[in-house]
């Protein structure tokens, strides 16, 4: 077993950190943003350039946080045996299927009637966990084979479809198929299909080697600089023979930006082979080149990185409460639509609701700095009572 490491690694912290503030612009912008109900920002034939990036730049945010949730496991399972480390990635994936389904879907909804139940980040990353329990087993070799395969082979998939509202409908889209189903009155979205996601955190986990604490720290420099060159050299050329990868090509638009743009613009749900090459080459030149990086940023936008969940509960009540109060005091809005009974994007009340792109980028800052003590706070307290209070390794 590799010495065990003491202290906490800050390029991990920094990214997750960057990625969880980068997160609260997307769902700032789905509730406080007037555009929201209008249009799909990522529509190219009505968005700005600016109205896509900040949709666009949160396609970064779910297979990060994933890939480093293996990455933490695999720095976890340096103080546990095999069996204890699968033990705990099992109980921790149970709580998170049952926070998302409990906590993050009233947060997302403010209805005790649960008249939807949304699948999505955090369903994703607790069925990831429960996976990866069973793959922590296996030689690295055959787990990094296995995963790749997945994540290249997936698309393949693109075309198998199982219509309906019965179940082996629903256990379809669980695994590969965004959809939306009504079941007696209740809507379900399985936003995120867990093919090809669950194979992202054991790659994480097998990258969390490099993090051992006799692992040279200018060897995994460079090795994370060489693997994220190489993962986006393959995104440019596969996205650019527009053979396989991505159900949608890119195509000439009106201009050199807009095709660029098309370029970029690549399958969330289910994340495509080209998105995974794009995110994850982005998060492996990150962690290159933030190595060694120190300073007033790199230590405050830490501290959101190392109590992710934490955040992550807590600023989803936060910004769906600001558009209830927001919507209390603005002529002409009801603030009583915002207790949902249906996904907000399907909400055709809600037209007209919001602020200009600005004034979302604001909330967005005064949120995200606003939730800074309270992460600092509760970061101070979990570190000090890590060893005697079992329940903050689940939150």
């Excluded at 990455?71 to 998302?100: C, D, H, M, P």
Aim: include cysteine.
């Amino acid at each position: 077993m590799n010495t065990v490491i003491k202290k906490r690694i800050t390029s991990i912290d920094f990214l997750r950190g960057t990625i969880m503030i980068i997160m609260a612009l997307d769902h700032v912008r789905d509730y406080l943003y007037s555009g929201s109900f209008l249009y799909d920002p990522l529509d190219l034939s009505k968005t700005s350039g600016i109205l896509f990036f900040t949709r666009w730049i949160t396609h970064f945010c779910a297979p990060i946080f994933m890939l480093l949730a293996g990455t933490s496991a695999y720095l976890i399972g340096q103080k546990k045996n095999k069996k204890e480390l699968s033990i705990f990635l099992v109980k921790r994936g149970i709580w998170l299927v049952f926070l998302e389904l409990v906590v993050v879907n009233f947060g997302w909804n403010f209805n005790i009637t649960f008249p939807m139940l949304l699948f999505i980040t955090i369903w994703a990353l607790g069925t990831s966990m429960i996976i990866l329990a069973a793959f922590i087993h296996l030689p690295k070799k055959l787990i990094l084979v296995i995963c790749i395969t997945i994540i290249a082979g997936h698309n393949l998939l693109d075309n198998v479809h199982v219509a309906g509202n019965s179940l082996p409908a629903f256990g379809w889209s669980l695994i590969h198929d965004q959809q939306f189903f009504m079941w007696h009155k209740e809507m379900l979205l399985v936003g995120y299909p867990i093919v090809p996601l669950m194979a992202i955190m054991p790659l994480g986990y097998c990258l969390g080697s490099w993090y051992a604490a006799d692992y040279d720290e200018h060897k995994r420099q460079r090795n994370l600089l060489l693997l994220g060159s190489f993962t986006i050299a393959a995104f440019i050329i596969l996205r650019y023979t527009n053979l396989y990868g991505d159900p949608v090509k890119w195509t000439v638009q009106k201009d050199a930006f807009f095709t660029f743009l098309s370029f970029i613009k690549v399958n969330k749900y289910p994340p495509s082979l080209l998105y995974v090459l794009l995110t994850l080459g982005g998060a492996f030149l990150f962690l290159s080149l933030t190595e060694k990086l120190k300073g007033g940023v790199v230590k405050v936008v830490s501290v959101y990185g190392r109590v992710p969940m934490f955040y992550y509960l807590i600023h989803i009540y936060i910004i769906h409460l600001v558009a209830v109060v927001s919507s209390a005091f603005l002529p002409g809005q009801n603030w009583k639509l915002w207790f949902l009974t249906k996904p907000i994007w399907f909400t055709t009340d809600l037209k007209g609701y919001g602020f200009s792109l600005p004034v979302a980028y604001l909330i967005w800052i005064v949120i995200v700095a606003g939730l800074y003590p309270l992460c600092k706070r509760y970061d101070a307290y979990k570190q000090s009572n890590n060893k005697t209070k079992w329940w903050l390794s689940y939150l």
